[in-house]
């Protein structure tokens, strides 16, 4: 079996048995991955109607994946009772998927088919209320596979190093908006009080980087963006038994720290958004909703007050206040739509 399907199934066998990951470590650079996590995603995003959604015409997986994706969001938008529904795709699209990575890739189509489930997998669990450790394994099977698919050498266009997609950027980040000082500093202080009780590598590996995410936000978009990939980077590189470690419910501290990457997470959200060509918040805004409340809930009292700005920021998410909060000035647009506070599209 080969690393990107064991991937795979230890996902799927997660899902039954929570806990219970195959998923083997990631030998490559940490600039590779943060090359390689997300440009697929954009492409996916950006190329759906004209390029995926063809080949899953003839790739039940990957239709099985557009499917769930879609039911989850659906059930976040309208309440439409589609649960059940996006987890019989999700797990049918995981089924078909190990099935075919047993075999050799052939074609362009083969690899883009592989590499666009994963990421409308990965898409997925940022609607589900349940779905942060499904985001954790995705994230690290996104990196495995697009490898696994760059080792077949099909040509995939999903698969291939996006090197202009930073520069890109650059551009599009003229006009973010400036965040609120005062906030940042409740957010830096929050993260360093969780520090004082990290006990492992991996952990304080991952808070050094948001306490690197949070400190560029007052400095650069460009160098908090760059940050932020770097996060996910963090993740990829851990081996299996850091990420089992991360992922356990038992570990306060994990947890802990979790509930502040969710939460940085989301207050990157007027900086992240302009991956896409306009600036979608509300797409944003139904994200990660649920995951915060579930960390609090699981552990417990006698730890509140390392929860408070985690809980803050989940609170303004919820309540599609968060850019009053921890913006000091208008988000404006990237050319097309802006957003201020929440509440009001402006035209650009």
């Not at 440009?39 to 994946?65: E, R, W």
């Not at 047993?102 to 189509?109: E, F, G, M, R, V």
């Not at 921890?326 to 201020?340: D, E, K, Q, R, W």
Request: proline share 3%; glycine share 6%.
């Amino acid at each position: 079996m080969s690393t990107a399907q064991d991937t795979l199934e230890g996902f799927q066998n997660h899902q039954h048995a929570k806990g219970k990951t195959s998923i083997r470590p990631s030998h490559g650079d940490e600039r590779q991955g943060i090359a390689t996590i997300n440009p697929a995603a954009a492409a996916l995003s950006a190329k759906g109607a004209n390029y995926v959604t063809p080949i899953s015409h003839q790739c039940d997986f990957l239709m099985h994946a557009i499917l769930a994706l879609s039911a989850s969001h659906l059930e976040k938008l309208s309440s439409s009772g589609l649960t059940k529904v996006a987890q019989a795709h999700r797990l049918a699209a995981i089924t078909g998927l190990n099935s075919h990575l047993d075999k050799p890739l052939k074609t362009a189509a083969d690899g883009d088919a592989v590499i666009a489930t994963c990421f409308a997998l990965l898409m997925q669990s940022w609607y589900m209320d349940d779905g942060l450790e499904s985001f954790l394994v995705m994230t690290r099977s996104c990196d495995f596979i697009t490898k696994h698919v760059r080792n077949q050498q099909v040509d995939s266009i999903l698969a291939r190093d996006d090197c202009s997609r930073i520069e890109n950027m650059r551009s599009r980040l003229h006009g973010t908006p400036r965040y609120d000082v005062d906030f940042l500093s409740l957010a830096s202080q929050s993260v360093n009080d969780v520090e004082l009780l990290c006990e492992e590598g991996y952990q304080w590996k991952l808070l050094t980087s948001l306490q690197q995410c949070i400190a560029s936000l007052a400095k650069s978009h460009m160098e908090a963006y760059m940050s932020h990939l770097n996060i996910e980077s963090v993740l990829v590189s851990m081996d299996h038994e850091e990420l089992v470690q991360l992922m356990d419910p038992q570990n306060v501290i994990s947890q802990l720290i979790l509930a502040h990457m969710v939460a940085v997470q989301l207050i990157l959200r007027p900086i992240v958004c302009r991956e896409r060509k306009q600036y979608t918040v509300k797409m944003f805004s139904i994200r990660m909703s649920r995951w915060i409340e579930s960390i609090c809930d699981n552990i417990g009292a006698g730890y509140e007050g390392f929860l408070t700005w985690p809980l803050l920021v989940s609170q303004h998410h919820n309540n599609k206040t968060l850019e009053e909060h921890i913006l000091a000035s208008p988000a404006t647009s990237t050319g097309i739509i802006g957003y201020n506070g929440g509440n009001k599209l402006l035209a650009a």
